[in-house]
């Protein structure tokens, strides 16, 4: 049509600037949003719709299977395309939606639906065709779940992982190269961060980790100017030279190589490099690339090495990297996957080997990212935000600080992710030339008569329609071997105590622990017990008295460690069952005198009793000597050491005369108010006798919105040779409180009411009293208000707050036996927290030090954490630091015998590690006075 002479998208150039591309953008953004309609729904048979997943694993998943741009070319082949919206991925919404993809959370509609990570389970939609990196082929034990959830919902799944050529069996499509970039950049900044950790300046601190730049060309240039400098002034003369070994041929190696090309690079032989080591140029870097003879050789000194008969019969074949390889190199980036039929490259044993022999070997970048696999001490991968630790293998233990002893390890398993553009791009390219026919595909059909796809993809379906394909028929035999071999190895864990702070644990056990184990949850009430075990999957319940010895002994000697949640008290009768069947034990008290007296014969025994792991004690520990190593180490000597600890409501649910409700033992907070005191504060020795610590409280002023105070806790000046502070001017370890607490609370103790000794009149079956009636025989008068105005003062907070607490009520009184005993009944009903309210840790340590200098310095370590709907604070800060520690006792970690605390360089570091992983972590903050 003509609108008098000129074309008619020329009439409507008052509009648009560029006639031609805004029409473009207009039929796109047309056909994007009617491109679903008319189409059948999303199933099995193709209805030429592809949804593309929003990649939720974690927050550096920014990675997209296909672009924009592949979506585009697929829309105008007439492929209509889905996408749920990402605040976090590399392509914006906008970005597809103007290349013709509707923009919805929705993927039904989809018969494909693709995605880069594994699928959540909920998130499966039944009778859909999914593609993605599933991590199910080795019958991995954490994706079979996904799996059962894909065969009960009839899904036909396409492994990216299996997508190969049929004429060469290589694989067709991956980030393996993105993945060898990645990992050798951050390999580079890793060991210029090792290196100042160890005292040298080098190079690479003038580069970034690959996560810091927008592109891979940026990369690229930040390498080369390294390059540049090493070219000109070279590396310090004692560290050179600098020597890489690289294994494996695939995408991964050849991604690392290529970025340790644009440094000034000599390639070796490996068997040049002893000689290499005597005599190497500062100016260059030195590169060397390994077979598999290099890392192997037959057991039988009188053979040689073949290829063939390795794989054929690896177990007649031994390790050599680390003592032919390992003892000259500086630095391992392993791209090789290992099998479970292959000798390791580098054991806990060999590492442990060359670190005695002090080996040249100083950083491993191990990219395979296989946890358990080729390097036997990468047993969970790292994150792109802490991509290193370093491993020590005398304490087969790992640390986040850079000059720790041991070696530099870094396994993040999603590097591609540091460059998601570009990988997205490398990535789509490929998988865009597949879509097409299988969004077409009909997968109702039986697997073998799917001919419309082609062999790469009909040989990478895993499941379809409720089955294993047969090519993968073998994950469920391995799945029940793998399953064999756990029940095989299963640790055996009994937990005595079903209280406020035993859910974590057993949650821990359940889900997050790296041991396969069976759990037994053991209390005096077998409803306590089974009420808490049913909750967690692999617990079983049992009843207890711990009591009886004889029952006690055949419930511990069933078991490899023992935790201890129940009262303190009991403790000691526990021990000395464990010494008697020799099994480990753990408990979150206070060592008492009598525990101290069981450390001979608990080292005799050759078990390790580990107290003091909970919160306070426990975590406190933890923190503080981490800090009191780290300032002694750097030159510093504490001359003041204050610590407060304490669980709270939050403000919110504080609304009662104490200002506290119970997330713990009742009556082991009680207890710990009777208790004496004794510290040291600017050089005086301070005390407080039993009885009167109610009476000491302070005013502390730590967080300014709070009104808090303080008691002494225990005998701080115990603590001196602990932590290594003999002679220290102030050393003060206290309880927090909100204001009023301690007044209260010494009321209650002067009329007599946290008394232990027995009262006939609360004996059971004595006749019925009500607390009025108790309280008046304890104030010797019915006129309770006249009675506390004289001895406690005009104040009215006494007489209301023990009025509010329903001390003077017709409330029958608890026939517990004692008064504090009654006391505990009455608070426990009182003071507990109500649904949707919640409790709070409070920890913080500060630290006063002075330097050779005259420079003083204020550290202060702070552990601030709320509880939620599922878990108290209490429960998660006592509870997880218990696990942890029994986890560690099970895997051989804990060496030490007898009695003792968590204070081990070793123990500590490794359990502040596995700590924060599960969320609990100190922050720190240094003021110069």
Same mark, same amino acid.
């Given at each position: 049509?003509?609108?008098?002479?000129?074309?008619?998208?020329?009439?409507?150039?008052?509009?648009?600037?560029?006639?031609?591309?805004?029409?473009?953008?207009?039929?796109?953004?047309?056909?994007?949003?009617?491109?679903?309609?008319?189409?059948?729904?999303?199933?099995?048979?193709?209805?030429?719709?592809?949804?593309?997943?929003?990649?939720?694993?974690?927050?550096?998943?920014?990675?997209?299977?296909?672009?924009?741009?592949?979506?585009?070319?697929?829309?105008?082949?007439?492929?209509?395309?889905?996408?749920?919206?990402?605040?976090?991925?590399?392509?914006?919404?906008?970005?597809?939606?103007?290349?013709?993809?509707?923009?919805?959370?929705?993927?039904?509609?989809?018969?494909?639906?693709?995605?880069?990570?594994?699928?959540?389970?909920?998130?499966?939609?039944?009778?859909?065709?999914?593609?993605?990196?599933?991590?199910?082929?080795?019958?991995?034990?954490?994706?079979?779940?996904?799996?059962?959830?894909?065969?009960?919902?009839?899904?036909?799944?396409?492994?990216?992982?299996?997508?190969?050529?049929?004429?060469?069996?290589?694989?067709?499509?991956?980030?393996?190269?993105? &993945?060898?970039? #990645?990992?050798?950049?951050? =390999?580079?900044?890793? *060991? !210029? +961060?090792?290196?100042?950790?160890? %005292?040298?300046?080098?190079?690479?601190?003038?580069?970034?980790?690959?996560?810091?730049? &927008?592109?891979? #060309?940026?990369?690229?240039? =930040?390498?080369?100017? *390294? !390059? +540049?400098?090493?070219?000109?002034? %070279?590396?310090?003369?004692?560290?050179?030279?600098?020597?890489?070994?690289?294994?494996?041929?695939?995408?991964?190696?050849?991604?690392?190589?290529?970025?340790?090309?644009?440094?000034?690079?000599?390639?070796?032989?490996?068997?040049?490099?002893?000689?290499?080591?005597?005599?190497?140029?500062?100016?260059?870097?030195?590169?060397?690339?390994?077979?598999?003879?290099?890392?192997?050789?037959?057991?039988?000194?009188?053979?040689?090495?073949?290829?063939?008969?390795?794989?054929?019969?690896?177990?007649?074949?031994?390790?050599?990297?680390?003592?032919?390889?390992?003892?000259?190199?500086?630095?391992?980036?392993?791209?090789?996957?290992?099998?479970?039929?292959?000798?390791?490259?580098?054991?806990?044993?060999?590492?442990?080997?060359?670190?005695?022999?002090?080996?040249?070997?100083?950083?491993?970048?191990?990219?395979?990212?296989?946890?358990?696999?080729g390097i036997e001490f990468t047993r969970e991968c790292t994150k792109i935000d802490n991509p290193f630790v370093v491993y020590d293998p005398d304490a087969d233990t790992e640390s986040f600080q850079w000059d720790a002893p041991g070696v530099l390890l870094g396994s993040v398993d999603n590097l591609p992710a540091e460059l998601p553009r570009e990988a997205s791009m490398h990535f789509g390219s490929v998988l865009v030339k597949h879509i097409t026919q299988l969004a077409r595909s009909d997968g109702t059909l039986p697997l073998s008569e799917q001919t419309?796809?082609?062999?790469?993809?009909?040989?990478?379906?895993?499941?379809?329609?409720?089955?294993?394909?047969?090519?993968?028929?073998?994950?469920?035999?391995?799945?029940?071997?793998?399953?064999?071999?756990?029940?095989?190895?299963?640790?055996?864990?009994?937990?005595?105590?079903?209280?406020?702070?035993?859910?974590?644990?057993?949650?821990?056990?359940?889900?997050?622990?790296?041991?396969?184990?069976?759990?037994?949850?053991?209390?005096?009430?077998?409803?306590?017990?089974?009420?808490?075990?049913?909750?967690?999957?692999?617990?079983?319940?049992?009843?207890?008295?711990?009591?009886?010895?004889?029952?006690?002994?055949?419930?511990?000697?069933?078991?490899?460690?023992?935790?201890?949640?129940?009262?303190?008290?009991?403790?000691?009768?526990?021990?000395?069952?464990?010494?008697?069947?020799?099994?480990?034990?753990?408990?979150?008290?206070?060592?008492?005198?009598?525990?101290?007296?069981?450390?001979?014969?608990?080292?005799?025994?050759?078990?390790?009793?580990?107290?003091?792991?909970?919160?306070?004690?426990?975590?406190?520990?933890?923190?503080?000597?981490?800090?009191?190593?780290?300032?002694?180490?750097?030159?510093?000597?504490?001359?003041?050491?204050?610590?407060?600890?304490?669980?709270?409501?939050?403000?919110?649910?504080?609304?009662?005369?104490?200002?506290?409700?119970?997330?713990?033992?009742?009556?082991?907070?009680?207890?710990?108010?009777?208790?004496?005191?004794?510290?040291?504060?600017?050089?005086?020795?301070?005390?407080?006798?039993?009885?009167?610590?109610?009476?000491?409280?302070?005013?502390?002023?730590?967080?300014?919105?709070?009104?808090?105070?303080?008691?002494?806790?225990?005998?701080?000046?115990?603590?001196?040779?602990?932590?290594?502070?003999?002679?220290?001017?102030?050393?003060?370890?206290?309880?927090?409180?909100?204001?009023?607490?301690?007044?209260?609370?010494?009321?209650?103790?002067?009329?007599?009411?946290?008394?232990?000794?027995?009262?006939?009149?609360?004996?059971?079956?004595?006749?019925?009293?009500?607390?009025?009636?108790?309280?008046?025989?304890?104030?010797?008068?019915?006129?309770?208000?006249?009675?506390?105005?004289?001895?406690?003062?005009?104040?009215?907070?006494?007489?209301?707050?023990?009025?509010?607490?329903?001390?003077?009520?017709?409330?029958?009184?608890?026939?517990?036996?004692?008064?504090?005993?009654?006391?505990?009944?009455?608070?426990?009903?009182?003071?507990?927290?109500?649904?949707?309210?919640?409790?709070?840790?409070?920890?913080?340590?500060?630290?006063?030090?002075?330097?050779?200098?005259?420079?003083?310095?204020?550290?202060?370590?702070?552990?601030?954490?709320?509880?939620?709907?599922?878990?108290?604070?209490?429960?998660?800060?006592?509870?997880?630091?218990?696990?942890?520690?029994?986890?560690?006792?099970?895997?051989?970690?804990?060496?030490?015998?007898?009695?003792?605390?968590?204070?081990?360089?070793?123990?500590?570091?490794?359990?502040?590690?596995?700590?924060?992983?599960?969320?609990?972590?100190?922050?720190?903050?240094?003021?110069?006075?």
């Amino acid at each position: 049509e003509q609108l008098g002479s000129k074309p008619r998208w020329q009439e409507f150039s008052v509009f648009f600037s560029s006639p031609p591309t805004m029409v473009l953008r207009f039929l796109m953004h047309n056909r994007g949003l009617h491109s679903l309609s008319g189409r059948q729904p999303g199933g099995l048979k193709g209805n030429g719709v592809v949804g593309i997943r929003r990649e939720t694993k974690n927050r550096w998943e920014r990675r997209a299977p296909l672009t924009p741009h592949h979506v585009r070319s697929l829309v105008r082949k007439g492929i209509a395309v889905v996408v749920q919206p990402s605040q976090i991925r590399i392509f914006t919404d906008e970005e597809y939606h103007r290349a013709g993809a509707v923009v919805s959370e929705d993927l039904s509609p989809a018969s494909v639906i693709v995605g880069v990570k594994e699928i959540p389970v909920e998130a499966i939609i039944p009778n859909r065709t999914y593609m993605c990196f599933s991590h199910t082929i080795k019958a991995q034990e954490y994706n079979m779940n996904m799996l059962d959830a894909m065969l009960e919902r009839r899904v036909r799944l396409v492994d990216y992982e299996t997508m190969a050529d049929p004429a060469t069996g290589k694989r067709v499509i991956g980030f393996g190269k993105f &993945a060898g970039y #990645a990992g050798m950049i951050d =390999a580079l900044r890793g *060991v !210029g +961060d090792r290196l100042l950790g160890l %005292g040298y300046s080098s190079p690479f601190l003038n580069m970034g980790y690959t996560d810091s730049y &927008a592109s891979l #060309a940026a990369c690229r240039t =930040a390498v080369q100017l *390294v !390059g +540049d400098h090493i070219q000109i002034g %070279g590396i310090p003369r004692d560290l050179a030279p600098l020597i890489f070994a690289f294994t494996g041929n695939g995408n991964v190696t050849q991604g690392a190589l290529e970025i340790f090309q644009e440094l000034p690079h000599v390639m070796v032989d490996p068997g040049d490099l002893p000689d290499l080591v005597r005599n190497a140029d500062p100016h260059v870097v030195y590169g060397v690339l390994l077979q598999r003879e290099h890392c192997v050789a037959p057991k039988d000194p009188a053979l040689r090495f073949d290829k063939n008969h390795f794989y054929k019969h690896p177990e007649q074949y031994r390790g050599i990297f680390h003592e032919k390889i390992a003892p000259y190199i500086t630095c391992l980036i392993n791209g090789v996957y290992w099998d479970l039929a292959l000798p390791r490259l580098l054991t806990v044993n060999q590492m442990r080997e060359l670190h005695a022999r002090r080996a040249r070997l100083m950083a491993i970048a191990d990219i395979s990212a296989d946890p358990y696999g080729g390097i036997e001490f990468t047993r969970e991968c790292t994150k792109i935000d802490n991509p290193f630790v370093v491993y020590d293998p005398d304490a087969d233990t790992e640390s986040f600080q850079w000059d720790a002893p041991g070696v530099l390890l870094g396994s993040v398993d999603n590097l591609p992710a540091e460059l998601p553009r570009e990988a997205s791009m490398h990535f789509g390219s490929v998988l865009v030339k597949h879509i097409t026919q299988l969004a077409r595909s009909d997968g109702t059909l039986p697997l073998s008569e799917q001919t419309d796809i082609s062999p790469t993809l009909r040989n990478a379906i895993i499941c379809d329609k409720g089955a294993l394909a047969p090519k993968f028929e073998y994950i469920s035999d391995l799945r029940l071997k793998k399953a064999a071999e756990r029940a095989s190895k299963h640790k055996r864990i009994l937990l005595l105590g079903a209280g406020m702070v035993a859910a974590p644990l057993v949650e821990y056990f359940s889900k997050t622990t790296e041991i396969s184990c069976k759990l037994t949850v053991a209390a005096d009430k077998l409803d306590a017990a089974t009420s808490l075990a049913k909750r967690y999957p692999g617990a079983t319940p049992t009843q207890v008295d711990v009591t009886n010895t004889d029952e006690l002994d055949r419930l511990v000697s069933a078991h490899d460690v023992v935790i201890s949640l129940i009262p303190a008290p009991l403790h000691p009768q526990v021990a000395r069952s464990c010494i008697r069947k020799g099994v480990n034990m753990v408990t979150t008290s206070y060592i008492s005198p009598e525990m101290e007296g069981l450390h001979s014969a608990a080292a005799a025994a050759g078990i390790t009793v580990l107290n003091e792991i909970g919160l306070d004690p426990g975590i406190d520990h933890l923190s503080a000597l981490k800090t009191i190593r780290d300032v002694t180490k750097h030159g510093g000597k504490l001359r003041s050491f204050v610590s407060w600890c304490g669980g709270l409501p939050a403000p919110e649910a504080s609304c009662n005369p104490l200002g506290y409700k119970f997330s713990w033992s009742v009556r082991g907070v009680l207890n710990a108010g009777l208790n004496s005191a004794r510290w040291r504060e600017d050089g005086q020795e301070r005390s407080v006798p039993k009885g009167k610590l109610f009476q000491n409280a302070r005013h502390v002023d730590l967080f300014p919105a709070l009104a808090l105070e303080g008691l002494p806790n225990r005998d701080s000046l115990a603590y001196e040779g602990v932590f290594g502070l003999t002679g220290i001017d102030t050393i003060l370890r206290g309880t927090l409180r909100y204001k009023g607490f301690s007044t209260l609370m010494n009321a209650v103790q002067e009329i007599g009411l946290m008394s232990d000794t027995p009262d006939p009149r609360l004996a059971r079956g004595a006749p019925p009293v009500t607390w009025a009636e108790y309280m008046a025989g304890l104030l010797d008068s019915s006129n309770f208000s006249e009675v506390l105005k004289a001895r406690f003062g005009a104040t009215p907070a006494v007489p209301g707050g023990l009025t509010e607490l329903g001390l003077f009520s017709s409330e029958p009184i608890a026939q517990a036996g004692t008064p504090i005993d009654a006391l505990c009944a009455l608070l426990a009903q009182r003071l507990r927290y109500e649904p949707g309210e919640h409790d709070m840790v409070l920890m913080t340590h500060r630290f006063g030090i002075e330097y050779a200098n005259g420079r003083k310095e204020l550290h202060t370590s702070t552990l601030a954490r709320t509880g939620d709907d599922t878990h108290t604070a209490m429960a998660v800060t006592v509870g997880l630091p218990a696990a942890i520690a029994a986890e560690m006792m099970l895997m051989g970690k804990i060496a030490d015998k007898g009695v003792i605390r968590p204070v081990s360089p070793s123990m500590c570091d490794e359990m502040l590690v596995r700590l924060a992983r599960q969320g609990v972590a100190m922050s720190d903050s240094v003021h110069v006075l």
